[in-house]
Antibody, heavy 116, light 110 residues
Framework: QVQLVQSGAEVKKPGASVKVSCKAS????????INWVRQATGQGLEWMGW????????GYAQKFQGRVTMTRNTSISTAYMELSSLRSEDTAVYYC?????????WGQGTLVTVSS | QSALTQPPSASGSPGQSVTISCTGT?????????VSWYQQHPGKAPKLMIY???KRPSGVPDRFSGSKSGNTASLTVSGLQAEDEADYYC??????????FGTGTKVTVL
C-alpha cells in the first residue's frame, strides 16, 4: 500500500537546523509531488511548500523562503525537508504528504522541538 | 497567503447533520475546483475525506459530502456518529503550486 514513513523526533537548540526525512513506498516516487505541512501544538495546519521528486523543482510558502530547503534522493525514494535558523515558534509536528492537488496519504509526522 | 476561514467549532447529536464552512477568496476557493477536506483525530495525521470540492475517496462513507458556492466551500457530515468527532480542515489550491489550509473546525458529537 502507498505509505510515507518519516524520521523520528528531534530536539534542537535555537539557531540550529533540522532535516526531516520522508520515505515513500508502494508507488513510483517520481510520479507525485511531495508537500510539507506543519502543525504547532493545538494549532492548525500550515502549508510549507512542495517538491517535484522527478525534476527536483521546489516552491516554498513566502513565510519560509530563505529558511527551508526541500530535496530528494530518488535512489531510496526519500524526500527531505531542512529548516534552518530554528526558533521556539518552529516547535511543531512536521508532515510530508503525497500530492496531486490534494494531500494523500500523509506521513505519520515528526515532532521537532526547539528549546535552549 | 491568508488561511481560509472556518468556524472554530460545530456540534450535533448522533444521527444529526453538521455543516462546516470554509471561506476564502477568488484567488483560492473561488478560483479553482480543488478544495479538499481532511479529518484529524487527536495525535493522528490528517486523512483525506473530500477532494475536488465534492469527490469522495474510496473508503470514505457517503455520509460525508462537499460543495462550493463562490468563495465558500462546505463539508456536510450526515448521520453523525461518535467516530466523526475530530478536527476538520479544508484546503484549497491557490495557483502556482501553492496551497492554503483552513483554520480548522472541531466537531463534537453530543
Amino acid at each position: 500500500q502507498v505509505q510515507l514513513v518519516q524520521s523520528g523526533a528531534e530536539v534542537k537548540k535555537p539557531g540550529a537546523s533540522v532535516k526531516v526525512s520522508c520515505k515513500a513506498s508502494g508507488y513510483t516516487f517520481t510520479s507525485y509531488d511531495i508537500n510539507w505541512v506543519r502543525q504547532a501544538t493545538g494549532q492548525g495546519l500550515e502549508w510549507m511548500g512542495w517538491m517535484n521528486p522527478n525534476s527536483g523543482n521546489t516552491g516554498y510558502a513566502q513565510k519560509f523562503q530563505g529558511r527551508v530547503t526541500m530535496t530528494r534522493n530518488t535512489s531510496i525514494s526519500t524526500a527531505y525537508m531542512e529548516l534552518s535558523s530554528l526558533r521556539s515558534e518552529d516547535t511543531a509536528v512536521y508532515y510530508c504528504a503525497r500530492s496531486t492537488l490534494l494531500f494523500d496519504p500523509w506521513g505519520q509526522g515528526t515532532l521537532v522541538t526547539v528549546s535552549s | 497567503q491568508s488561511a481560509l476561514t472556518q468556524p472554530p467549532s460545530a456540534s450535533g447529536s448522533p444521527g444529526q447533520s453538521v455543516t462546516i464552512s470554509c471561506t476564502g477568496t477568488s484567488s483560492d476557493v473561488g478560483g479553482y475546483n480543488y478544495v479538499s477536506w481532511y479529518q484529524q483525530h487527536p495525535g493522528k495525521a490528517p486523512k483525506l475525506m473530500i477532494y475536488e470540492v465534492s469527490k469522495r475517496p474510496s473508503g470514505v462513507p457517503d455520509r460525508f459530502s462537499g460543495s462550493k458556492s463562490g468563495n465558500t466551500a462546505s463539508l456536510t457530515v450526515s448521520g453523525l456518529q461518535a467516530e466523526d468527532e475530530a478536527d476538520y480542515y479544508c484546503s484549497s489550491y491557490a495557483g502556482s503550486n501553492n496551497f492554503v489550509f483552513g483554520t480548522g473546525t472541531k466537531v463534537t458529537v453530543l
